[in-house]
């Protein structure tokens, strides 16, 4: 079984309870001796890290695992405090954004996510891009081609969090908010619509990944009730 881990949680000495995702969804097994440096099954210890593992079934709660192979670990010799924090919030927000049975939408993104940080693409645009995914697969589908009220695709003001996509002019309401500049809307929508993390735009400036990335932690607390800890190490 192939599998992503997510959590490593130390259970009764060495043990250790490792929560991961497949195709299949959220899973969860016993992993004995798997905190000592020496244990073979060491390798899951490092979240994010992609194995095929093999499990037998117990008396106990979890399945207990028998063997692993690690096929890929997203860590890297060089790798930057950028690049750390992006992994870690994708992590997290991996871990607590989806529902146990949304976590097997995100398995092939996840992946392609951690390959993608590997060949070196923008970690920022990966991490944007990634977060917007779990945006759809937990009921939130943005409309960024047309206003999300009356379909135009001319003179667009803004996108609206609340509304769910652009809103044009005909459309905008007095309290509606209007904080991203024309760049920072063409860049979200590069974001929310891209089919690969190999996107690039011209208007993808440290600044507007920021910007952008400031207006998905405020929808994360807003929507979904949660802080995204680790962004702060982005901060």
């Given amino acids: 079984m192939k ?3 997510i959590s490593v949680t130390p259970y009764k000495e060495s043990d250790a309870i490792v929560n991961a995702i497949s195709e299949d969804g959220a899973i969860a097994f016993l992993a004995r001796g798997i905190l000592k440096p020496q244990s073979k099954n060491a390798g899951l210890n490092t979240n994010l890290v992609i194995a095929d ?3 037998s079934e117990s008396n106990n709660k979890y399945p207990i695992l028998k063997s692993s192979l690690i096929l890929s670990s997203p860590i890297q010799l060089n790798s930057d405090l950028s690049y750390l924090g992006v992994l ?7 871990k607590i954004m ?4 949304e976590k097997k939408l995100i398995y092939s993104s996840l992946i392609e996510a951690i390959n993608a940080l590997k060949e070196g693409l923008d970690p ?5 891009i990634y977060i917007g995914r779990i945006f759809k697969y937990s009921g939130y589908e943005f409309e960024v081609n047309k206003c999300v009220f009356c379909g135009s695709k001319k003179d667009i003001k803004t996108f609206s ?3 769910g996509g652009f809103v044009c002019s005909h459309c905008l309401r007095q309290d509606t908010k209007r904080d991203l500049s024309n760049e920072q809307m063409l860049l979200l929508r590069s974001v929310i619509s891209a089919d690969s993390f190999a996107v690039s735009s011209p208007y993808a400036s440290s600044e507007n990944k920021k910007i952008i990335f400031r207006k998905f932690l405020e929808f994360i607390v807003d929507s979904y009730g949660i802080h995204l800890k680790s962004a702060s190490l982005l901060d």
């Fill in 161 to 163: 969090f609340s509304d």
């Fill in 98 to 101: 989806l529902q146990d049975e």
């Fill in 3 to 5: 599998i992503i881990v």
């Fill in 88 to 94: 870690m919030v994708i992590n997290e927000a991996t």
């Fill in 53 to 55: 593992i093999e499990l």
């Fill in 124 to 128: 920022w645009m990966i991490m944007l």
